[in-house]
């Protein structure tokens, strides 16, 4: 089951290209992380999912054409935008009674377990609330929804560590199992690492990188390299090569862990050495680029 | 490609069990009309705090005058004059509120950024925008009808008292009150809900569509209109139209002096002349086309 379908999207603002010609599949029960630098197109990617904005190409969310059926299709989506959306006069209460009110699938019950966790108060006004109570309750009123689509733009952002932490917790603990799909872009790579199924790095509206995580973990190697091996590793041809207090670090794409064992210490790279090495360097154009 | 790996089979379709949820239109509807109510809540706190001053000024100056003057005629017509002026109060202040309200409508949830908590949801960008026209065109008309009839019941009251202790009887200020209330009645539908209906469809539109100071976008197009009417052909026909919106058609201003109650000219229109003016049909056309237009432009607009 195809949870979203996209085939030669585009959207350009002007003279600028947001997305040039994106092609993406998300099966159900995936968690994919959508990384990219700043203008990269995220954004505007998950704005034509969520039917916010309108754009060229063939999209399919759940089987339904996000922009002409926005409000059918957020029976079955859930999206948090950003923290701080909730509007700021509005109650605790309030919150629960509205998306009560006018939600099929919300479960009330539920959204107040979650919320008896925290500290928020029914009584309270969103304005009251420190930026991370606010995401509790964003996430709290989202997690009693029985989406089948959960979309996250940027939901940790500007939250202290313990906060995020909780965030991805909650969610994979509370919310997640093999029938809901989750699609999160966050600027934090390292929060999100082990929380994902799916890695998909996008650039200038292009998606320049796309794998499960069983793949990334198979794939990529990192290897710190012992001073006098240098020349021998660089010869195997890293995708990228930094230092790091004077030892260099190399990484390899598909290439042998025993060999690389024996010029240094080897492991998986982290999500953002990944994302420095395939955009920051050429090289990179000719490593798992797709389309 | 595909972000698919073998890891995960495929969940059969529909494995939880969702039955599709069957939600009756008026639900989200209800629901967005509250919520405009938790948000604005001078919406029922401008007439009610209106009404109470009235009936403060009512009591003190009002009976305090009566009560002095030894004339009983005089003590009569003092106690007859304040229901128009009571009234007035109550309906200019749900109208500026109305005005007000409308030009925030669609804006401040583009400034606040919760438009994209409210487009989470599955509301449509029609019911939105129809419930938020439904404050002008429903709500604070008949709030302030409510009100109104409130704060006349208990001025009467407060009038019969007096008139009572008097010896006078105020039959007749009863007799006149139903009719009055009816008028008023008939007043809000025809003048404040139909004949204005464009205007605060077009605050809507403009508080959907300016990216800041909704105000001056409300007030600067319709001068520009005029200012370059004026000068490409000399005429005003623009502004005249502008008037005749304002101020309803002239050929049903007639007054009827007589009445204490006399509230605006419109109030004694005739129903039938009423609804044969073209400039009525026309208006309610615009105000349609001004709510279209706001409907399609939110599905468009995110935050600002």
Redesign the interface.
Known sequence: MKVIEARGLRKAFGATIALDGVNLEVDEGRILGLIGPNGAGKSTALNAILGLTPYQGELRVLGRDPWSERDQLMRDVCFIADVAVLPRWMRVSQALDYVAGVHPRFDRAKAEGFLAKTDIRHASKVRELSKGMVTQLHLALVMAIDARLLVLDEPTLGLDLLYRKQFYDSLLNDYFDRSRTIVVTTHQVEDVQHVLTDLMFINRGRIVLACSMEEFESRYLELTVRPEHVAAARALKPIHEHQVLGRSILLFDHADRQQLAALGDVRTPGIADLFVAVLGNKVGQAQGVVQ | ?????N??P??P?G??G?AP???SVT??M???V??EL??NRSIYIAPLAVAGFALVGFLIATIGRSLSTPDLAERRTILEEPYSFATALIMGAATIVALFYCLEALHG?RR??????W???????L?TVLSKASIPFVILPGLAFVVTVATNLIMLLLSTAVLKGSGLSAAALWAQLWLFQMQLLYHLVTVHVLWYAPIYAWLLLVSGWARRAAFLWAGLPPLAIFIIEKLAFNTSHFAALLRYRFTGPEEFDFTEPGSSFALHPMMHLNLGKFLSTPGLWTGLLVAAIFLAAAVRLR??Q??I
């Open positions: 490609m595909n972000t698919q790996s890891a995960v495929d969940s379709l494995a939880q969702i949820a069957a939600m639900r989200p209800y629901w967005s509250r919520r938790w948000e949830e606040d950024r919760s438009i994209l908590f487009k989470s949801l599955p509301v449509s960008d019911t599905r468009y995110g935050p």
